[in-house]
């Protein structure tokens, strides 16, 4: 065998080991998302929508507490951590720049972004839940809040650098203030930008559930204070899937399978978003 | 007017950014602090005790840290691989009709949350460890491999990120000179693109060694240091999630707050690393 065919048959080999793993992890997609639509429309119902939890082994259960308190603990989460986030983000790309301290807090946000989120459930638990005397929505949106900070201050920061500096010095030129100059000039340029990391990060921390575990536990009534402990889909999807109960772990099923149709919508309108920005 | 409006916008701007910082800062504070008890009691030894306890008030992180240890590696030893194939077929052999429907699913694959990976690894893959590989299911070994699953489009996604920055027009000399593709990809994408594909590695470990949900549901929370892999066992995130709400005495609670801060600097050490590895890649690519 010569040097040449040797190197053709390695070749070989490796691309179909490649072509091969390729296959494999999108065989593991496809097998999560089978299951998922295979479980999740077999226990879809209207019930699933209309009623809350019950024990085991009732005709009348569903997941209507755990919807709606997944939709306020992230909906509190949002209107106050994409605010922030976005605020923050503009320091990094209009204020401070290449600045030591831009450069640290960039830093920072993308190792915070990693960082385990269970380990923000407890800290959340020490500084919010110990001194109320018990679980709450606020803490569970307080947890996902933390999480959600860093995501956007990065997205607003990528996005409003990617806004030309020859846009911005035209309005400056103009007389505009910089705080106009930002919020008329910078954010119009980045919108699409920063709404797609916006829905990113809501999707992002709408499937958290660790941090939620001990700060909004859960609730198997509906409950519409933020005081009090709260339902989410993910920790009921948790305490439905491990309970011995068939019919709660069809129920796990149905939340899954709203979650993650909710998760990937987001994640495909995002995309979408940014997509129309670049074919522009 | 518009001066002062000027003016209360950047410092707006400017004390939210920083508030980051004090932020994490007081995460580590806080943690601290709640650890004091348990490291008053223990010291070093909390660290190497491998007997966890709460009925005796004895607490031992050893087996916890060498479960996320075991587990975690695990799941790299079979990610790795699979995810310089993806890479690669991403990169390097898909052709150009295939590349983008096949790296979105890839990148939506790596948006499921981690619950439900925890939850499909339950139902459908603790029945095949154990008619594979004996035991109840709940084990180890389990936890690995829905570990190694949940982190492989996350580690896909960023090592062809890395694989793609090397500029065509070094690839389009070596394949003048009649190199194949994996002469290619072993001579000029691997050596330029090292630094990017281990820093992703190393990331994905920071991710994978944090994760909770995917693993919970089937590494069982049992706390024994086996050499058998199809034994139930726990890592740091498994026994936070597990006892957090049960904990009953203050010394069980510091014991927890310092497993979640040992956890903390373990991650944000090995993110660093990646991280640093990383802009120094990206620093060379500009």
Known sequence: MTHTQKRIIINKIVMTLSTLSALIGIGFLFWILAILIFNGMDALSWTIFSQEGAPPGYEESGLKHALIGQLMIVGVATLFGVPLGILAGTYLSEYGQKSHLAETIRDISDIMMSAPSIVIGAFVYAIVVTPMGHFSGWAGSIALIIILLPIILRTTDDMLQLVPSTLREAAFALGAPKYKVIMQVVYRGAKAGILTGILLGVARVAGETAPLLFTSFNDNFLSTDMTDPMASLTVTMYNYATSPYEDWQKIGWAAAFILSMFILSLNIIGRLLLFKKKGR | ?286
């Open chain 2, 1 to 286: 007017m518009s001066v002062i409006i000027d003016k209360i916008f950047s410092f707006a701007t400017k004390y939210i950014a920083i508030a980051i910082l004090f932020l994490v800062a007081w995460i580590f504070t806080v943690l601290f602090q709640h650890s004091l008890d348990a490291m008053e009691a223990f010291g070093f030894d909390f660290i190497t005790e491998t007997k966890w306890a709460p009925n005796l008030e004895k607490f031992g992180a050893l087996p916890a840290i060498y479960g996320s240890i075991v587990s975690t590696f695990l799941a790299m030893l079979l990610a790795v691989p699979l995810a310089i194939g993806v890479a690669i077929f991403l990169s390097e052999l898909a052709p150009a009709k295939l590349k983008s429907p096949v790296g979105v699913s890839i990148e939506l694959l790596a948006a499921i949350p981690s619950v439900i990976y925890g939850m499909w690894g339950l139902f459908y893959f603790v029945p095949i460890v154990r008619d594979v590989f004996g035991g109840i299911g709940i084990s180890m070994l389990t936890a690995g491999i829905v570990l190694s699953i949940m982190i492989l489009p996350f580690m896909a996604a960023v090592t062809r990120d890395a694989m793609n920055t090397t500029p065509d027009i070094l690839k389009e000399s070596a394949y003048a000179l009649g190199g194949t593709k994996w002469d290619i990809i072993k001579d000029i994408v691997i050596p330029y693109a090292k630094a990017g594909i281990i820093g992703s590695f190393i990331l994905a470990l920071g991710r994978a060694i944090g994760e909770t949900m995917a693993v919970t549901f089937v590494m069982g929370n049992v706390h024994q240091i086996s050499t058998n892999l199809t034994a139930p066992a726990t890592s740091i995130p498994v026994t936070l999630a597990n006892e957090f709400t049960e904990a009953d005495t203050s010394l069980y609670y510091s014991s927890l707050f310092e497993l979640s801060l040992i956890l903390l600097v373990i991650s944000f050490t090995i993110i660093s690393i990646a991280k640093f590895y990383f802009l120094r890649n990206k620093r060379l690519a500009s």
